[in-house]
């Protein structure tokens, strides 16, 4: 599968800006991709005024999200401030080329920055089939709780898109690897760059990891798009000669 990871700077809670230059990106991809991935909240940046800038569960963006996935035969993720039943939701789209769209609500909301005050968690995890492959896409601070991320449905790709502060880089770093590494499986960190409305300061480093911790693509900073091919039956030959995850726990999430 071809992958496409958009690191970008994000205009401060303006999301027909932030529509109109991701369009430019993803125009601009040469050859064929099966996937894009956007960061967290990528039509406002990681705000905590979700009452000025939510939109509808079908809104603006995730219009959006349906003609660029059918205008470029591909699938496309990411995840915007929605409203929906008087509760502002961090939600995770994945819209596949049909219009055909899966949502996660983000379970682990970043209470250091409040977020739990402002949104709703969500509580059930995604699995995505798409093109034979098994997709668990999860959001930002997902990444510091393996257990929920614990792949005991077998799946191939592992997905965290983020706004994840340049003072935390060695933390983003180190656990995408470990996730990886823990789950044998593909994982994808997509990250902003820039500065954000309060200040704070995202060096990127997107990356793509195999499922044995070494890098498909190594940590990038810069503003870029990057364009990478997976191989499902190189994992499947992984986890035949390093039969791990047999030997997994049990257990239940509450």
Same mark, same amino acid.
């Given at each position: ?8 700077? =994000?205009?401060? @809670?303006?999301p027909e /800006? ?5 369009t430019?990106?993803?125009?601009s ?5 099966? %996937?894009i991935?956007?960061? @967290?909240?990528? /039509? ?24 660029t996935?059918a ?6 993720t990411g $995840? #915007? ?7 502002? +939701?961090?939600? =995770?789209?994945f819209v %596949?080329?049909? !219009? ?12 250091f920055? !409040? @977020?739990?005050?402002? +949104?709703?968690a969500g ?7 798409y093109?034979?492959?098994k997709?668990?896409?999860l959001?930002? +601070?997902? =990444? ?8 005991? @449905? ?12 340049q003072?935390?880089t #060695?933390?983003?770093?180190? =656990?995408l690897?470990a996730?990886?590494?823990?789950? #044998?499986s593909?994982?994808? !960190? ?7 409305g309060n200040?704070?300061? +995202? $060096? !990127?480093h997107?990356?793509?990891i195999?499922a ?6 190594e940590?990038f900073?810069?503003?870029d798009?990057?364009?990478?091919e #997976?191989n499902?039956?190189?994992? %499947?030959?992984?986890?035949?000669k390093?039969?791990? %995850? ?5 257990f239940?999430i509450?």
């Open positions: 599968m071809k992958i496409s990871v958009i690191q970008t700077s =994000l205009i401060w @809670e303006n /800006a932030n529509r109109a230059n991701f430019q990106k993803i125009n991809i040469t050859g064929r991709t099966d %996937l991935i956007l960061p @967290e909240m990528f /039509a406002t940046g990681f705000t905590m005024n979700p009452h000025a800038v939510a939109e509808a569960a079908n809104g603006a963006s995730v219009q959006w999200m349906k003609q996935a205008a470029n035969d591909c699938a496309i $995840s #915007l401030v929605i409203e929906e039943n008087g509760n502002y +939701y961090n939600r =995770l789209y %596949l080329p049909d !219009g055909e769209v899966k949502t996660y609500n983000k379970r682990h909301l970043f209470s920055a !409040g @977020e739990d005050k402002f +949104y709703t509580t059930e995890k995604l699995i995505v089939d093109k034979s492959w997709i668990c896409p959001v930002c +601070y997902d =990444l510091r709780f393996p257990v929920f991320a614990r792949n005991v @449905e077998e799946y191939d790709l592992l997905i965290y898109v983020a706004n994840w502060p003072i935390r #060695l933390a983003w770093d180190s =656990l690897r996730r990886a590494i823990e789950n #044998l593909y994982t994808i !960190g997509v990250n902003r760059v820039g500065e954000d200040g704070h300061a +995202y $060096s !990127g997107s990356q793509v195999d044995l911790g070494g890098y498909v693509t940590p900073e810069n503003d798009i990057v364009t990478v #997976l499902r039956d190189t994992l %499947l030959e992984t986890r035949k390093f039969a791990f %995850l047999n030997d997994r726990d049990s239940e509450v």
